[in-house]
T-cell receptor, first 114, second 112 residues
C-alpha cells in the first residue's frame, strides 16, 4: 500500500532532550516536506527536499534540522526542543515538485515538550 | 501572514445543503490545491486547479479560480454528515517551486 509513515504518533519529551521524528515513503517520490500545525495557524512549512541531498528552508525552520540521505526517508531532528515546538507535525511527499502533483500526508506526530 | 487565507473560519449547515469556502492568496501562483483534514489526521488531497484554469469539477466538488482577484472557492454540493472536516487551500509560489503555503482552514460541520 502506498503510504507515508511517520513515527512516533505521540511523543512527550522535556526541554533540551534531542529527538528525531522519522518519515518514510514507499512511492519513490522525489519531493518531501515537513509541516507543523498549530490551532488557528493552519499548516506551516518547516523544511522541504526536492530530491536526495537537496533540502531547503520553509517558513519556520528555526530549531529544526533535516537530512535526505536516501530517497525514501526524511527525518526531522529537534536538537534542543523547547515548549514552543509543542505541535502536531506532518510529513508529506509528492512525485516531483509538489505544485503540479498532489501531496500525500503521513498520519501526524503529536509532540509535547515540557 | 499566510499566503492562503480561508473564509469563513467555520461553517455549519444541514445535510443536503451546499457549502462554499473561499481562499485568498497574495502572490502569483502556478497551482492551487484543496485538501481535507478529518480531526487531527493527515490531510487528503481533493482537487488541483492550475493557474490557467478557471473552473474544475470532481464529483460533488466544484473549484473556481480567479487569478485577477487572487482567490479560489470550493463548493461542496448536496453535503453529507461525512463531509464534516476542515478544508485547506494550498498554493505554490511560482518563484520557488518547493515552497508550499497552506491557509488556516475552514471547519465545516454538516448536521444530519
Amino acid at each position: 500500500e502506498a503510504q507515508v509513515t511517520q513515527n512516533p504518533r505521540y511523543l512527550i519529551t522535556v526541554t533540551g532532550k534531542k529527538l528525531t521524528v522519522t518519515c518514510s515513503q514507499n512511492m519513490n517520490h522525489e519531493y518531501m516536506s515537513w509541516y507543523r500545525q498549530d490551532p488557528g495557524l493552519g499548516l506551516r512549512q518547516i523544511y522541504y527536499s526536492m530530491n536526495v541531498e537537496v533540502t531547503d528552508k520553509g517558513d519556520v525552520p528555526e530549531g529544526y534540522k533535516v537530512s535526505r540521505k536516501e530517497k525514501r526517508n526524511f527525518p526531522l531532528i529537534l536538537e534542543s526542543p523547547s515548549p514552543n515546538q509543542t505541535s502536531l507535525y506532518f510529513c508529506a511527499s509528492s512525485v516531483r515538485n509538489w505544485g503540479g502533483e498532489k501531496l500525500f500526508f503521513g498520519s501526524g506526530t503529536q509532540l509535547s515538550v515540557l | 501572514s499566510q499566503q492562503g487565507e480561508e473564509d469563513p473560519q467555520a461553517l455549519s449547515i444541514q445535510e443536503g445543503e451546499n457549502a462554499t469556502m473561499n481562499c485568498s492568496y497574495k502572490t502569483s501562483i502556478n497551482n492551487l490545491q484543496w485538501y481535507r483534514q478529518n480531526s487531527g489526521r493527515g490531510l487528503v488531497h481533493l482537487i488541483l486547479i492550475r493557474s490557467n484554469e478557471r473552473e474544475k469539477h470532481s464529483g460533488r466538488l466544484r473549484v473556481t479560480l480567479d487569478t485577477s482577484k487572487k482567490s479560489s472557492s470550493l463548493l461542496i454540493t448536496a453535503s453529507r454528515a461525512a463531509d464534516t472536516a476542515s478544508y485547506f487551500c494550498a498554493t505554490d509560489a511560482n518563484t520557488n517551486a518547493g515552497k508550499s503555503t497552506f491557509g488556516d482552514g475552514t471547519t465545516l460541520t454538516v448536521k444530519p
